[in-house]
């Protein structure tokens, strides 16, 4: 069936089917908007509404305009999804799904409770994440399709700039760039054998029947967000757990039997399954971290001040050569020591995105200086390690500049030329697909223009 103005007598057809059906069920429902042949309900807006508000998502402006326009442009995305045959991983929704799933189990406490707030059975809502999920990855890939021919020259960039008025050009925050390097202290051999005879006691507890699984990981886990949940993790692939465990938790087949001891980056851990999927697996595990004493923590400080000084004394390694050499971080330490901002990628942090503890000794240093050794936590971990840094570079707040700010500026042009593109295509497809908006609906200040249309129906 095609998408076009054409459709009008169906739509009203179908329109008064779903009408009279709701009406057989006794159940009042309300069409607030009809997108070619797709009505959208005003049962659907209060449902995504509700949903917003959880997630504390921005709505700018009225929700009862701004949600309905939104959801007819997803319908007018999708349409020319299923034109261009888009398909998505649906292994990589499912992951999606249940990392949402979990964010809301964590959140609110437990799975009844989920239920209890969305009044619906998690079976549903992750029918319901799935197609939210699914639909977003689809209009993404038009999207990307549509821009994907997009070219800047430094010109262009340049032009743009020169354009913008001058309160559009952004303030960019106090910015540093630092190096670090790490020392995990040293764990004494007898404390890692009793982490391993405490993890084999809540083994063998749970295979005679002794204890329950979920009860241990409550009580004894140094995860603390997973422990809330009996040490459930949720259905995950391969590819969003370490190699180690992944290994070791795909292989398990009987839930009612413990893992052996499983030793990753984050500590030690056994695992119990609970359910497998296809190539995604969801299981408990208990994690106990080796602890680390002050004795320890103090030597290591000690180790790494002294590479300080011989380093400030130019006795001995660079920074960066240290940073290659001894750090602990394997993150940093094939790249010279250099901390990495995963928000944009660059080396570039303000001082809220650095780790607390690094930005507290950063914030009294002059560029050029290597601070002397502290205790920090592994932000993977939560482990205590001990850290000097090297401020490399403090770039002052000010209004962006070609100069210093190329890259942003450039981001900013690509941006505005997408929604160029995009807005462009939208008014197209508005302007040639049936649109109909019930009365009670109109009174809006659309984002895009012409949705409303001139309608004889009586």
Same mark, same amino acid.
């Given at each position: 069936?095609?998408?076009?103005?054409?459709?009008?007598?169906?739509?009203?057809? !179908?329109?008064?089917?779903?009408?009279?059906?709701?009406?057989?069920?006794?159940?009042?429902?309300?069409?607030?908007?009809?997108?070619?042949?797709? $009505?959208?309900?005003?049962?659907?807006?209060?449902?995504?509404?509700? &949903?917003?508000? /959880?997630?504390?998502?921005?709505?700018?402006?009225?929700? @009862?305009?701004?949600?309905?326009?939104?959801?007819?442009?997803?319908?007018? @995305?999708?349409? *020319?999804?299923?034109?261009?045959?888009?398909?998505? !991983?649906?292994?990589?929704?499912?992951?999606?799904?249940?990392?949402?799933?979990?964010?809301?189990?964590?959140?609110?406490?437990?799975?009844?409770?989920?239920?209890?707030?969305? &009044?619906?059975?998690?079976?549903?809502?992750? &029918?319901?994440?799935? #197609?939210?999920?699914?639909?977003?990855?689809?209009?993404?890939?038009? *999207?990307?399709?549509?821009?994907?021919?997009?070219?800047?020259?430094?010109?262009?960039?340049?032009? /743009?700039?020169?354009?913008?008025?001058?309160?559009?050009?952004?303030?960019?925050?106090?910015?540093?760039?630092?190096?670090?390097?790490?020392?995990?202290?040293?764990?004494?051999?007898?404390?890692?054998?009793?982490?391993?005879?405490?993890?084999?006691?809540?083994?063998?507890?749970?295979?005679?029947?002794?204890?329950?699984?979920?009860?241990?990981?409550?009580?004894?886990?140094?995860?603390?967000?997973?422990?809330?949940?009996?040490?459930?993790?949720?259905?995950?692939?391969?590819?969003?757990?370490?190699?180690?465990?992944?290994?070791?938790?795909?292989?398990?087949? #009987?839930?009612?039997?413990?893992?052996?001891?499983?030793?990753?980056?984050?500590?030690?851990?056994?695992?119990?399954?609970?359910?497998?999927?296809?190539?995604?697996?969801?299981?408990?595990?208990?994690?106990?971290? $080796?602890?680390?004493?002050?004795?320890?923590?103090?030597?290591?400080?000690?180790?790494?001040?002294?590479?300080?000084?011989?380093?400030?004394?130019?006795?001995?390694?660079?920074?960066?050569?240290?940073?290659?050499?001894?750090?602990?971080?394997?993150?940093?330490?094939?790249?010279?020591?250099?901390?990495?901002?995963?928000?944009?990628?660059? !080396?570039?942090?303000?001082?809220?995105?650095?780790?607390?503890?690094?930005?507290?000794?950063?914030?009294?240093?002059?560029?050029?200086?290597?601070?002397?050794?502290?205790?920090?936590?592994?932000?993977?971990?939560?482990?205590?390690?001990?850290?000097?840094?090297?401020?490399?570079?403090?770039?002052?707040?000010?209004?962006? &500049?070609?100069?210093? #700010?190329?890259?942003?500026?450039?981001?900013?042009?690509?941006?505005?030329?997408?929604?160029?593109?995009?807005?462009?295509?939208?008014?197209?497809?508005?302007?040639?697909?049936?649109?109909?908006?019930?009365?009670?609906?109109?009174?809006?200040?659309?984002?895009?223009?012409?949705?409303?249309?001139? #309608?004889?129906?009586?």
């Amino acid at each position: 069936m095609k998408f076009t103005k054409l459709l009008i007598g169906a739509v009203l057809a !179908s329109m008064s089917a779903a009408y009279a059906v709701a009406a057989v069920d006794n159940v009042v429902e309300e069409v607030a908007w009809v997108v070619g042949d797709t $009505p959208i309900w005003k049962s659907e807006i209060e449902e995504t509404y509700q &949903n917003m508000l /959880y997630e504390k998502t921005p709505i700018n402006g009225d929700p @009862y305009c701004v949600i309905p326009e939104m959801m007819a442009i997803e319908k007018l @995305y999708l349409h *020319q999804a299923d034109l261009d045959t888009v398909l998505v !991983s649906e292994s990589m929704v499912m992951q999606q799904v249940e990392s949402q799933i979990n964010f809301l189990v964590n959140q609110l406490g437990s799975r009844e409770k989920v239920e209890q707030y969305f &009044n619906k059975s998690i079976p549903a809502l992750r &029918n319901q994440y799935h #197609d939210m999920i699914a639909n977003r990855q689809k209009m993404q890939t038009v *999207q990307s399709s549509l821009t994907k021919d997009i070219s800047v020259t430094p010109t262009e960039v340049r032009r /743009y700039f020169d354009a913008l008025p001058e309160d559009s050009i952004p303030f960019v925050p106090l910015q540093v760039e630092v190096q670090i390097i790490t020392a995990a202290p040293a764990v004494p051999r007898e404390e890692i054998e009793n982490v391993k005879a405490r993890l084999r006691d809540y083994a063998d507890r749970v295979t005679r029947g002794e204890s329950d699984f979920s009860t241990l990981a409550i009580l004894y886990s140094d995860d603390v967000e997973s422990g809330k949940r009996g040490g459930e993790l949720g259905f995950m692939g391969r590819g969003q757990l370490v190699p180690e465990f992944a290994a070791v938790a795909f292989n398990l087949n #009987d839930p009612k039997k413990v893992s052996k001891i499983v030793e990753t980056e984050y500590g030690f851990h056994i695992i119990q399954l609970i359910e497998k999927r296809g190539d995604r697996v969801n299981c408990r595990h208990i994690l106990l971290h $080796p602890r680390v004493s002050d004795a320890d923590l103090t030597d290591a400080v000690h180790r790494l001040d002294s590479l300080r000084t011989d380093m400030v004394d130019k006795k001995l390694f660079t920074f960066e050569e240290a940073a290659g050499y001894v750090s602990a971080d394997k993150d940093t330490r094939n790249n010279k020591g250099v901390m990495v901002n995963e928000m944009d990628r660059t !080396s570039r942090f303000e001082m809220a995105q650095l780790p607390q503890e690094v930005a507290k000794v950063v914030d009294r240093m002059e560029v050029g200086d290597v601070s002397e050794a502290f205790v920090m936590k592994n932000p993977k971990t939560t482990q205590d390690q001990v850290a000097i840094v090297k401020l490399t570079n403090r770039i002052p707040g000010h209004r962006a &500049n070609l100069s210093d #700010d190329f890259q942003l500026i450039k981001g900013l042009y690509e941006q505005a030329r997408r929604r160029e593109i995009l807005d462009k295509w939208l008014a197209d497809k508005i302007k040639n697909t049936y649109v109909r908006i019930e009365p009670g609906w109109r009174d809006c200040e659309f984002t895009h223009k012409g949705w409303i249309k001139s #309608d004889t129906r009586k």
